[in-house]
């Protein structure tokens, strides 16, 4: 994360994309209102929803189709499909 906050300087050369920092902000922000999770595995799940949530966003997929096709690979017994 250091690196997308760096300044670079020269000629030529703009600031680095500010974009890694506002697709954090929701999420941060979701976690500052709830205070967080009360345990380890409630941490890692809201993690990898937040995670998800973010990464369909910016792939412009549904979340709601995306977490329907994970919950179809979980009850058929296959792999969970891939976001990337």
């Known amino acids: 994360m250091k690196a997308?906050?760096?300044?670079?300087?020269?000629?030529?050369?703009?600031?680095?994309?500010?974009?890694?920092k506002r697709a954090l902000r929701g999420p941060v922000i979701h976690r500052k209102l709830s205070l967080g999770s009360q345990s380890e595995q409630g941490e890692t799940t809201t993690q990898r929803l937040l995670s998800a949530s973010v990464t369909c966003r910016?792939?412009?997929?549904?979340?709601?189709?995306?977490?329907?096709d994970v919950l179809g690979a979980r009850v058929r017994g296959d792999p969970a499909p891939l976001l990337a």
């Open 4 to 20: 997308a906050r760096t300044v670079l300087k020269g000629r030529g050369r703009r600031k680095a994309s500010p974009l890694p």
């Open 58 to 68: 910016l792939q412009r997929r549904s979340l709601f189709a995306y977490l329907a």
